[in-house]
């Protein structure tokens, strides 16, 4: 399964990008959606999620969403008013998931993009 990202850049503190991945071979719905950063040094964290909801890292909620467009099997991630420690590595991922639980920890996923690097300066 191959996921596509696009959307990453660099931009000021307060700006906005969004992030999509595309899932040619998948129908989002069928299927949790999930994304994640890793900044230099630390843990791969979740950011957000979306399956039978949706799900927010604290650090991101307020501030982040999360959608999906069905009939172009993508997945955004909205970023708005970014702080510079939004800076990491996202990556974009897919689990074949029964249940809403733990779906912002990456154990959870199967599938992973290559990443698109986002800079907050």
């Known amino acids: 399964v191959q996921l596509v990202e696009s959307g990453g850049g660099s931009v000021q503190a307060g700006g906005n990008l969004t992030l999509s991945c595309a899932t040619p071979?998948?129908?989002?719905?069928?299927?949790?959606m999930g994304w994640f950063r890793q900044a230099p040094g630390k843990e791969r964290e979740g950011v957000a999620a979306i399956f039978d909801r949706t799900y927010y890292a604290g650090s991101v909620k307020g501030r982040f969403i999360i959608s999906e467009d069905d009939s172009e099997k993508t997945v955004f991630l909205q970023m708005n008013n970014l702080r510079p420690e939004d800076t990491a590595m996202y990556y974009c991922?897919?689990?074949?998931?029964?249940?809403?639980?733990?779906?912002?920890?990456?154990?959870?996923?199967?599938?992973w993009g290559q990443g698109t690097q986002v800079t907050v300066s």
């Open positions: 991922a897919v689990g074949i998931v029964t249940w809403p639980i733990g779906l912002l920890r990456d154990s959870k996923y199967d599938y």
């Open positions: 071979a998948l129908t989002p719905s069928g299927y949790c």
